[in-house]
């Protein structure tokens, strides 16, 4: 039995060794360090930045049909057959309502000009461009919603980690306190002052610690796995988060609105835009003004000494179009667009009231992690000094091993109140600044 618990000590030793070198070689990061790297390295971010800019590609495109255009056109047709035409009998003296068959041209066709296209007014065009740029800012804040996302996950993966990590050294001090209390009781068992439950006790106590200390490390490990992912960089990199929590209470901040709001918004705006360039594509006419100077060359292989005979041709002019009717088809387009614009406009309402709740919560969440805050690290306080007072007392034989016991865990209680209490005051922290729009400000 002894050997098989050397045995367990062993394995947790080499455990605890290899996790301290690990942590040795880990560089230290800070949480504005980790936002940076993820701003730059997440994949999620990179993909919007990606699709913003796409974006923004689609806005010139779109810009880009107001310049005139210029193309060159040529064809070439060869002619194994030449076209027939009916022509009127009458013109060369014939009887009234006889036709004769006639070919005309000849087999050799080249067509070769310049064409130029201007547009004057058109409402679908200038509609497309105000749509397409209300596009573009809807992609931009839901570049920003992203962004947010991602820092509030990182800032809240974090936290967590700063949390596991000040267990652990609470968990080693109270290893190193467990193995004082086991050799004093070994100790006093030499001395016949103590019983041999009193010093399995003491190492069951000691056993539980180092297990407990075991799966906070698992926890740990998995934590920075996912901050790794979040930064975009591979799980295997090692990293250590600063186990200090500096943090600055501020009971509110200054209302912005938040990129939810401004989300809907955004949507709102696409929508009315959209639904404006439908109404004015239903009524107004289009004009476009046009020209085109080019040759057209004719031949027929029996000419000799000449392939083609080449001939100019030009012209220019101004094309109008007015819709007339088009099967109802966008008014029923406006009136779809209207029920979506409606329900936009809900979902607008519904976020700034869901806005404002969440910071209410917030708020109250915030205000009373703090006022506990106080009362728990009052407790921690008061449980270390009772556990001092329990050893010292233990030393003297004044009270049992199982009263130290009950006191260590006492402390152990009070410590992880103590830190559950931080996290959940950083986390309503983190909240109020998303919801009240600072967070990326901050």
Same mark, same amino acid.
């Given at each position: ?14 455990? /605890?060794? !290899? ?57 070439? =047709? ?5 076209? &027939? +035409? ?5 013109? /060369? ?10 070919? /005309? ?8 000009? !310049?064409?130029?296209?201007? $547009? ?26 992203? =962004? ?49 439950? @009193? ?36 799980? *295997? #990199? ?13 009971? *509110?901040?200054?209302? #912005?609105?938040?990129?939810?709001? +401004? ?6 705006? %696409? ?8 109404? =004015?594509?239903? &009524?107004?006419?289009? %004009? ?15 000419? $000799? ?6 001939? $100019? ?53 915030? @205000? ?18 009772? &556990? ?14 199982? @009263? ?8 152990? =209680?009070? +410590?992880? #109140? ?10 309503? @922290? ?13």
């Amino acid at each position: 039995m002894k050997l098989v618990n050397t045995h367990k000590q062993l394995v947790l030793g080499m455990v /605890f060794i !290899l996790s301290s070198l690990q942590m040795i070689n880990a560089q230290t990061w800070t949480l504005q360090q980790c936002i940076d790297s993820a701003e730059v390295h997440n994949k999620r971010l990179r993909i919007n930045s990606l699709e913003m800019e796409s974006s923004l590609q689609q806005v010139r495109v779109v810009e880009g049909n107001r310049i005139p255009k210029l193309n060159l056109n040529a064809d070439y =047709k060869y002619f194994t057959d030449l076209p &027939y +035409q009916l022509m009127p009998m009458s013109v /060369f003296g014939g009887p009234e309502g006889q036709f004769k068959e006639a070919q /005309f041209g000849v087999p050799h066709h080249l067509n070769a000009d !310049l064409t130029l296209a201007i $547009p004057i007014y058109n409402p679908e065009l200038y509609g497309n461009i105000k749509t397409s740029r209300a596009a573009s800012e809807l992609t931009r804040i839901q570049n920003l919603k992203s =962004k947010e996302e991602v820092f509030f996950e990182v800032s809240t993966v974090y936290y967590n980690a700063q949390i596991i990590a000040q267990s652990l050294d609470f968990i080693d001090s109270n290893i190193l306190n467990a193995r004082q209390l086991l050799k004093n009781v070994e100790l006093l068992q030499t001395q016949e002052l103590v019983t041999g439950t @009193d010093v399995n006790r003491a190492r069951l106590k000691l056993l539980q610690l180092e297990k407990e200390r075991e799966s906070t490390t698992v926890k740990y490990d998995r934590v920075i796995n996912v901050l790794n992912f979040l930064m975009g960089r591979a799980l *295997n #990199e090692p990293i250590k988060v600063n186990k200090t929590i500096d943090f600055e209470k501020i009971e *509110n901040y200054t209302r #912005e609105t938040s990129l939810s709001v +401004q989300l809907a918004e955004a949507r709102n705006t %696409l929508l009315k835009t959209q639904i404006n360039t439908l109404q =004015k594509t239903r &009524y107004l006419p289009s %004009l476009n003004a046009f020209a085109s100077y080019g040759t057209t060359g004719y031949g027929y292989d029996e000419e $000799p000494n000449r392939f083609l005979n080449f001939y $100019p041709k030009g012209l220019a002019g101004i094309q109008l179009s007015m819709p007339l009717f088009n099967g109802m088809v966008t008014k029923r387009k406006v009136i779809s667009k209207q029920l979506e614009i409606d329900a936009s406009s809900l979902q607008l309402e519904l976020m700034q009231d869901q806005t404002d709740v969440n910071i209410e919560n917030a708020l109250s969440e915030k @205000d009373n992690a703090n006022r506990t805050m106080e009362i728990v690290e009052e407790q921690l306080k008061l449980a270390e000094l009772i &556990y001092d007072q329990t050893i010292l007392q233990h030393s003297e034989g004044i009270v049992s091993l199982t @009263d130290v016991i009950m006191a260590e865990t006492d402390v152990n =209680k009070a +410590q992880m #109140e103590y830190l559950a209490t931080i996290i959940e005051y950083l986390k309503a @922290d983190l909240k109020l600044k998303k919801e009240s729009g600072n967070l990326l400000k901050n």
